[in-house]
C-alpha cells in the first residue's frame, strides 16, 4: 500500500495565494466592519437601484439623440 504524505497549511503559499511578506504591516487599514440592520440594508440596496436606472435614463436619452441624428442623415440620404 502507498502511504499519503500531509504537508503542513504553513509551507509554501498555494497558487492563486498571495504570499505574506515578514515586513508587512499587521494592522488593517480598512474601517472597521459595522452590523446593519435589516432596514439599512434594504434602503442601500433602493438607494443602489435607484442611482442604476438614473445612469440607465441618462444613456438612453444618449442613444435617442443619437438615433435621432442617424435618422435625420437617413432622410437626407433617402432624398437624393
Do not use: F, H, Y
Request: net charge positive; no cysteine.
Amino acid at each position: 500500500m502507498s502511504e499519503k504524505k500531509q504537508t503542513s497549511s504553513t509551507s509554501t503559499p498555494r497558487p492563486g495565494q498571495p504570499a505574506s511578506s515578514p515586513g508587512a504591516p499587521t494592522t488593517s487599514t480598512r474601517k472597521a466592519w459595522v452590523k446593519k440592520t435589516p432596514v439599512e440594508v434594504v434602503l442601500e440596496q433602493i438607494t443602489k437601484q435607484e442611482d442604476k436606472v438614473n445612469d440607465l435614463r441618462e444613456e438612453l436619452k444618449r442613444e435617442e439623440r443619437e438615433l435621432q441624428k442617424l435618422g435625420q442623415a437617413k432622410k437626407v440620404l433617402e432624398a437624393s
